[in-house]
């Protein structure tokens, strides 16, 4: 079982986006057979089958065994992945695209999702994964913004230049400041 299956196809997403089918992956973390599915959520083989098959078509689930109940072979099924990701060109942009430059909330968008499509494809099985995720708050005053956002640009241009050699390992960096909503309290206050 992988830890992440990305999803960049209309068919997957269709596939999996239905309340049922939902829980039946949820049954399907741990090997089970149709009928087992069918208990555990009161519903008829017959219909956990239908969903099954559907999750199984669109690469979702995989069958990884098979047993003979009764002289009838019955499939054993688990979850492909732990984790299901949407690509966010599933949904695609609404409205006109407009010139995106490295201050405008498109380009953040379009840097999410090429980040969520990078880790996705890393080989979860490589003996080392060396990365590393900070996320942190900074309080700016409105008059100090962009002082600090030209800060934060050429502390990462010197970074850029001074490792930007063509030897050694290739690592990506990307950067997301955003304003913090309101909904969200600051980081010392949160509940644990």
Known sequence: MRDVLYLEEIEQAEALLKPQRIEVLRQLAEPRTCSEIAERLGQTPQRVYYHVKRLVEAGL??????????????????????SYWLSPRLVGRLGLRKTRDHLSLGYLLDLM????????????TAPELPSIGLSGEIRVRPENRQEFLNDLQNLLQDLFTRYGGAEGDA????LACYPQTAAQPPEGERDT
């Open 113 to 124: 999702e090429e980040v969520q499509a990078d880790i996705a494809a890393l080989d979860k």
């Open 171 to 174: 690592f990506k960096l990307a």
């Open 61 to 82: 689930v995989d069958q990884v065994s098979e047993r003979k109940v009764r002289g009838v072979h019955e499939g054993i099924y688990q979850a492909g992945a732990r």
